[in-house]
């Protein structure tokens, strides 16, 4: 317990920094608060968890944290990356290998980005069988960026904008919202980025 303790302080930390490791991706297009991004590949560590939504972050974050301060085989420790991000697992949603090879029962799926250069198959197999490791393919989003506290009004305010903007340039998406945090809980709410990604079809 100790020893989660003291890497919760340093992930705090390393998340205030502005030299946190984020995903490369470049973007494609940029219109005020919204971009449309292009992902390379990366790996996660991600954890099903109950919610509600304002909820599922700190259900997610004491198990993942485990996992990349050594509880895993070969009590391997790395760096954390930001963002965290969260999406929605809507009931009877079938969940494709390797997350889980069974209807979900609904939830939210929490994600911790790896650090560059890991690969799915060197990277230590956790030892919480919670935790899936997964490689999310390269992709490109829509996104929104806005500061705030979390709350229901805030996030679909943003999630509309950001619809709506898409609408107009008769853009579609697939698959749910993804929301997307970047500091630890006590950064001020003007100075806070969370964002909110769209998936856009392949094409």
Do not use: H
Not at 42 to 69: C, H, N, S, T
Not at 179 to 184: H, K, M, Q, V
């Amino acid at each position: 317990m100790r020893k989660l303790l003291a890497g919760l302080a340093l992930i705090t930390v390393s998340m205030m920094s502005s030299a946190t490791e984020e995903p490369n991706y470049e973007v494609f297009e940029q219109i005020g608060k919204f971009e449309i991004r292009r992902y390379s590949p990366y790996i996660v560590a991600e954890v099903l968890v109950e919610g509600p939504a304002d909820k599922a972050g700190g259900q997610a974050f004491p198990i993942l944290a485990g996992y990349i301060f050594g509880e895993n085989k070969g009590e391997q420790k790395f760096a954390m990356t930001a963002p965290v991000t969260q999406t929605n697992v809507p009931i009877q949603m079938p969940m494709t290998a390797p997350v889980t090879q069974a209807a979900a029962a609904g939830g939210y799926l929490v994600q911790f980005v790896l650090p560059r250069g890991m690969v799915l198959a060197s990277a230590p197999e956790p030892t919480d069988k919670r935790i899936r490791l997964r490689e999310v393919a390269a992709n490109q989003v829509a996104v929104i960026v806005f500061s705030g506290f979390w709350s229901e009004a805030n996030y679909q305010e943003n999630l509309s904008k950001l619809q709506a903007m898409l609408k107009g340039k008769e853009l579609t998406w697939v698959g749910e919202p993804i929301y997307a945090r970047y500091n630890p809980p006590f950064t001020p709410w003007f100075m806070r980025r969370n964002e909110i990604w769209l998936t856009l079809p392949p094409g």
